[in-house]
């Protein structure tokens, strides 16, 4: 599973300080423009309870959680669909990614440098919008231009043309391509199109230690989850640096310093989970034995493919997949029991999987 999403923001918003928390992974920072040049790319574990549950009522020798990819993406600034700073290195960059996650710096700190010269979160949000929706305007008109001519021999090419004049209003409007509603054929144009406004997206505020243990009383985090849910998406509140010094503590030192915090959890928990299902990923498990493990499969898979993940012949000589769900052993404690309940099911080839099945494939090859 190589899906990845990409951080993204205006320089000095907090988004390596964010990747290093999420990932550990020491990528560079610095208080200047641009200290992010080439991406960073992490692999991140998905935290997920039910791992824990199932190891309790189904033991194994160990536990394997799912991961996930986030890349960390140089600083954008004003002008980049012309060329200012990294320009179309950065907007390539993003092309690459299947999300989104928009940092945006929701907090005061005369220390750290504003390349706008003050905090407006919705306004460093709208600086990146109105770049990338620049940028898919170009590409767009530049694709009309080709379209056009093949379009009077071709119904295929007709169609796309069809698609790409949809879309070029909306665009010169100062919308999305996300925000269009695309039949199931339109959507695959689209997606071949790889625009820049087409990929999921969500917003991330950069929020003062101070409001970790209620991000939705902070000034600065209701105007983005404002603006989030006026253009259907999500936003979440991140202290990053704290969030960086938590991820670097022991596991008894990070519990203290949650409990003085007022949190339950660490917020990098729930960013990291949201970018997940931002990516349109869901969780199977294999459970006892060598290993109770976690796997990723992008939503709507069926049996086969999924089985397919764990490994190659899986597929290849798939007869069945016996399931039962993770709510289904909570309720009734054991597998003997879920049996017992009735709960245990046989799909075939057509199933589709769901979020928190536990699956056994049965193959022959």
Excluded: C
Excluded at 313 to 325: H, K, L
Excluded at 338 to 354: F, T
């Amino acid at each position: 599973m190589s899906l990845t999403a990409g951080i993204v923001g205006l320089p000095n918003v907090g988004k390596s300080t964010l990747f290093n928390a999420i990932t550990k992974a020491g990528a560079e920072m610095a208080n200047y423009p641009f200290a992010t040049i080439d991406p960073n790319v992490g692999m991140v574990e998905v935290p997920d309870k039910r791992l824990d549950r199932i190891q309790e009522l189904i033991p194994a020798k160990k536990v394997v959680p799912t991961t996930f990819e986030f890349t960390d993406i140089a600083g954008i600034v004003k002008g980049a669909s012309k060329g200012e700073g990294l320009g179309n290195k950065f907007l390539e960059n993003i092309r690459q990614v299947d999300a989104i996650v928009h940092v945006v710096r929701a907090f005061d700190d005369d220390n750290i440098t504003s390349v706008t010269g003050k905090v407006d979160p919705v306004g460093d949000i709208e600086t990146i919008n109105v770049e990338l929706g620049i940028a898919d305007l170009d590409a767009v008109d530049k694709r009309i231009g080709k379209v056009q001519r093949a379009a009077k021999g071709s119904d295929e090419a007709k169609e796309e043309l069809d698609v790409l004049n949809k879309i070029k209003p909306v665009l010169e409007d100062g919308g999305a391509v996300r925000d269009i509603d695309f039949d199931e054929d339109e959507q695959k144009i689209v997606k071949g199109l790889f625009l820049l406004t087409s990929k999921p997206v969500l917003y991330v505020a950069n929020i003062s230690e101070a409001s970790m243990a209620d991000p939705a009383s902070d000034k600065y985090f209701k105007l983005v989850n404002d603006y989030a849910k006026k253009h259907g998406a999500q936003a979440i509140g991140i202290a990053a640096e704290t969030e960086q010094e938590i991820a670097e503590l022991g596991d008894d030192d990070k519990a203290d310093f949650l409990e003085a915090e007022g949190v339950t959890e660490p917020g990098l928990n729930k960013l990291i989970r949201a970018s997940y299902k931002l990516l349109g990923l869901e969780t199977f498990f294999t459970a006892g034995g060598k290993e109770t493990k976690a796997w990723t499969f992008k939503k709507g898979t069926k049996a086969p493919q999924a089985a397919g993940i764990i490994h190659s012949d899986f597929e290849r000589g798939f007869i069945r997949a016996e399931i039962m769900s993770f709510d289904d052993l909570d309720k009734y404690g054991s597998e003997n029991a879920v049996k017992d309940a009735g709960k245990l099911r046989v799909e075939g080839k057509d199933y589709v999987m769901q979020d928190g099945d536990i699956a056994e494939f049965r193959f022959n090859v």
